[in-house]
């Protein structure tokens, strides 16, 4: 058996965890963003109605906001796990 002792986190360190969770957390913002974007473009491009287009578009608008909310509100709860002592 091994043990290993991890001093607990100092104030400086637990800023820099959540510094990179914030990095992070508009990584995968941009990412979506940019899959938005693809995706109206495949939309936008295909043979589809006018209507068609618009529900298509309103419909991934929609799922970027809903993952977009919950990276943010998952980003919250890390950022509050992390500063409590």
Known sequence: MIRISIPPLNEERRKELVKQ???LAENSRV???NI???TNDQIK???FTEDEQKKGTD???KLTDRYIDQIGELLK???KEIMEV
Request: proline share 0%.
């Open 31 to 33: 990412s979506i963003r």
């Open 36 to 38: 938005r974007r693809d």
């Open 21 to 23: 969770a914030k990095s």
């Open 45 to 47: 491009g295909g043979d």
């Open 59 to 61: 419909s991934v608008q």
């Open 77 to 79: 709860a890390k950022e």
